[in-house]
């Protein structure tokens, strides 16, 4: 076998090698993250009325919290907190304002925010919304924004502005 051979199949080694401890280090870092949010899930099922789970989010406040959406047997949209601390709270959306509605008050109050994500939380005592936007500066500086916003009513509870990037 010719040198360039040899050298070209102990590169593809070495490189097979390399992918494949990424991989497994890839695996194990969201390992555990899977765990928890199928934990979640099974939590929700054994402690409320969901059968149907449909996604899982984290909110991370003064508590960490699971956040299961899902449906109940009559296929009714829910939503399940489930606090390290504080236990299970659960709510249908019919029961406050909708994802969709507090995105758009966001835009209707700042037509230049851009939204990049929305989950439900809780502050102290209070189911809220916590929306994560950006809105470019006049100097083209981007500064982001933490809006809470009330379960129930929509209400705009606090915000919190983030430093400028860019």
Known sequence: MSRWKKNVLLGSICLAVLLLGLFIFGERLTAGEWQEKKEAVLTAYSQTMMVKADRVDTFIGTETWRIVFGEDKLQKKMIVWIGEESGIHTEYESNGISMANV????????????????????????????????????????????????????????????????
């Not at 966001?106 to 209070?126: F, M, N, W, Y």
Request: hydrophobic share 30%; charged share 30%; glycine share 10%.
């Open 103 to 166: 995105s758009s008050k966001v835009t209707a109050a700042d037509p230049a925010a851009r939204i990049l994500r929305v989950t439900p939380g809780k502050l102290e005592q209070e189911l809220v919304w916590e929306v994560y936007y950006e809105r470019e500066q006049e100097n083209g500086r981007t500064e982001g924004f933490y809006g809470y916003y009330r379960f129930a009513d929509g209400e705009l509870l606090d915000t919190y502005r983030l430093g400028a990037k860019g």
